[in-house]
Structure formats: C-alpha cells, structure tokens
C-alpha cells in the first residue's frame, strides 16, 4: 500500500500544487488548510508523513509539531516555509520536526526529501498502528514487539523487523535478498546475502511451527524470500 501523505498548507495554488504532484508519484493524499484541521487530520494516524507549513492560521506549523510530539506522535514531520531565517529553522527542529525546505522550492527537491524521510523512517520508526498476524504469532511495526511461535513476546531486531517490513509490503511477491540487503543494511560495511539467510533463519525460528519446512518464509531458490499463505488449521 502507497504511502499516506498529509499536507498542511494555507495557500490554495501551493497546497494543489504539492498535492498534485505527490499524487502523480503514487501517494495518497490528505489535505488541510489550517492548524486546527491539520492537528485533527495528524491525529487519525496512518500517516507516513506530514508536510507541514509554518505560518497557518489558527495554530502555526511549530505549535502543531510540538503538540504533536507531546501527545507521543512520531510521524516524520517536512516543514515548509516561506521563511529562511537560522532563527525558524532551529525553531522548527526543536519543536520536532526532521527537515525543512525554503519556499519556493522546486518540486524535483520536494519529492527527493520526501523520499529521503520516507526512507529514513520506513521500518524504524512506522506509523501504521497494527498487529500483524504471522502464523500462531504477530509482530508489531509500530512498538517492534513480536510474539513468538511458543507465545514470548520480544521486542523484535531491527534487522529483522526490516526483513519482515519488506516481505509484508511485497504482499506474497518475491523479494530479492539483494534489495533486502540494501533496504536493511544499506550502507553498512560488507554484509553478503549470506548474512539474509541467517537472519531468516532467526526468524523463522521465531515464527515457523517446524522451522525446517517453514509455510510462512519461503525460500526462493537463487532469488530471495517471500511470504507464504499458508491454510489455518480449523480447531474443532
Ligand atoms: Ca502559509
């Protein structure tokens, strides 16, 4: 599922503009032209992240960020200004916010620091508020918590909550260990594809009822991993 997007931006030609244009990316969209709306739109979660204006009426882009992180919400937060003074921009990063862009801004800039945050925060710190149920057990992308096949909860690795992040959104479609290698472990010094593998062992120690013929992580010869379906047994 594409990520949801909400924009918080007064002016109606801006506002369409970006709207528009995260639209034409794949996005989905939420828009609200002032504090309070924005607030309220933020609050419903499911939201990926937020563009956030700053002079807005009724309750400026600084206020709703710090509200917002009080009330324990950690959805990335890009502001927008048209402002470029060192004063806002400290202003916007103490009251919580991840980036800030200078209006006007070109879009191909716009889309690229989106992308960036969207990256940054993808597995680590995801709004989607849910349980995900895998076999007998779940793992939690929000809390990072996971229940095992024998009923533990733990909290769950990052490494592997970010294979499991990968494979879900795939939905049942392969996913390749090299593009597993470089979503998790991006940049870090010399993993191999071996190093995939045994993670996945770990976590289908994890979730799988017998971990050597697993039904829910599969193994796809010479390409990488995905997702089985596997049929729950009816108790009677
Ligand atoms: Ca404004």
């Known amino acids: 599922m594409k990520p949801r997007i909400l924009v918080v931006e007064d002016e109606p030609r801006i506002q369409r503009l970006v709207c528009d244009n995260l639209e034409a990316e794949g996005y989905r969209v939420v828009a609200a032209s002032d504090g309070d709306s924005g607030l309220a739109a933020a609050r419903t979660g499911g939201l990926a992240l937020i ?5 807005l009426p009724k ?13 324990g919400n950690r959805t990335p937060i ?71 096949v024998d009923g533990t909860i733990e909290t ?6 970010g294979i499991m992040k ?3 959104e795939a939905r049942g479609g392969i996913v390749d260990r090299h593009k597993i290698l470089d979503e998790v472990w991006g940049g870090e010094a010399e993993p191999t594809t071996r190093t995939v593998d045994n993670f996945v062992v770990r976590l289908r120690r994890r979730f799988e009822k017998d971990p050597g013929r ?18 729950r047994e009816v108790k009677t």
């Open 59 to 71: 309750m400026d882009g600084f206020d709703l960020c710090k509200r917002l992180r009080e009330e």
């Open 78 to 148: 890009l502001f927008l200004t048209a402002r470029d003074l060192p004063h806002d921009r400290v202003a916007g990063l103490e009251a919580g916010g991840d980036d800030y862009l200078v209006k006007p801004f070109h879009l191909d800039e716009l889309l690229a620091r989106v992308r960036a945050l969207l990256r940054r925060s993808d597995w680590s710190t995801s709004s989607v508020q849910e349980r995900i149920p895998l076999g007998e057990g779940w793992f939690d992308l929000n809390t990072h918590e996971a229940m095992s």
């Open 214 to 231: 697993p039904e829910l992580i599969l193994t796809v010869r010479g390409v990488g991993y995905r997702l089985g379906n596997p049929k």
């Open 51 to 55: 563009l956030l204006d700053v002079m």
């Open 166 to 168: 990968l494979l879900l």
């Open 156 to 161: 769950l690795p990052l490494k592997e909550l």
